[in-house]
């Protein structure tokens, strides 16, 4: 019985020993989880902080554009009311132009 005794108990911290080191390495893994999310989790914020400004900074640019654009078209309206610019088919035309060149230039670049 002694032998058996033994046995059993050895085994038994043979298996508590077991035991804890799984869980020493699954906290291990869990903290290097945490730490790599955590790192993820500062790069996206980064990100998104980044593209916020860029957004920010284009729809500003946009809106000096707009104002250039309406103050260009006074003045030319001024100096020569019947000047092509002043028909918005003929800038929409102008402008698709460049977007559509643009944007073409872009996605080959891209691709």
């Known amino acids: ?3 058996l005794q033994g046995l059993l108990i050895g085994e038994s911290l043979a298996t508590a020993r077991e035991r804890d080191t799984a869980q ?4 291990i893994a ?6 790599e999310l955590d790192g993820l989790v500062a790069k996206f914020a980064a990100w998104r ?6 957004l ?4 500003a640019n946009g809106s000096g554009v707009v104002a250039q654009r309406e103050a260009l078209l006074k003045e030319i309206a001024k100096i020569d009311p ?4 002043l028909n918005k088919p003929n800038r929409d035309r ?4 460049a977007y559509d060149q643009r944007a073409a230039e872009e996605r080959a670049n891209r691709d």
């Open 94 to 97: 102008i402008y698709l132009n």
């Open 30 to 35: 869990d903290d290097l989880h945490e730490a």
């Open 1 to 3: 019985m002694d032998s």
């Open 56 to 59: 920010t900074d284009s729809r």
């Open 82 to 85: 019947n000047n092509w610019l």
């Open 24 to 27: 020493r390495a699954a906290r």
């Open 49 to 54: 902080q980044q593209m916020e400004e860029a």
